[in-house]
């Protein structure tokens, strides 16, 4: 059983009914913990400055759609519970950039998402 501190949409904590902290399990911890890898920056984490996805150097301040998406297949695979990402497309239009990612988990195939 995969399971993980549940996050809402904003990535903040919360509670659940009982008032304890709410917890995800399986598929939607798996999916939670993708969506969080895939958030992270290079260097971001202090105790780990080699882990994340190097956004300022493959989107942000300059176009490199190969780079980056081997970048997010890396992260997005070391997520554990994930098998394989069996297809991924990034797109620019103007200011915002889109990713789509189709992730076999343990538990089946989903998508992810930032658009």
């Known amino acids: 059983m995969t399971r993980?501190?549940?996050?809402?949409?904003?990535?903040?904590?919360?509670?659940?009914?009982?008032?304890?902290?709410a917890l995800v399990f399986d598929q939607d911890a798996v999916m939670q913990n993708c969506r969080s890898a895939a958030q992270t920056k290079l260097g971001e984490l202090i105790y780990d400055q080699a882990n994340g996805v190097p956004m300022d150097q493959?989107?942000?301040?300059?176009?490199?759609p190969d780079q980056f998406e081997a970048a997010m297949r890396r992260v997005l695979t070391a997520v554990q519970g994930v098998v394989e990402v069996s297809a991924f497309?990034?797109?620019?239009?103007?200011?915002?950039i889109v990713y789509v990612a189709d992730i076999q988990t343990v538990f089946g195939n989903q998508i992810l998402?930032?658009?």
């Open 89 to 96: 497309t990034v797109t620019k239009d103007g200011d915002k």
């Open 113 to 115: 998402t930032n658009g």
């Open 4 to 21: 993980s501190i549940a996050m809402n949409s904003k990535n903040d904590l919360y509670r659940s009914a009982d008032g304890n902290l």
């Open 58 to 64: 493959t989107i942000f301040d300059q176009w490199l």
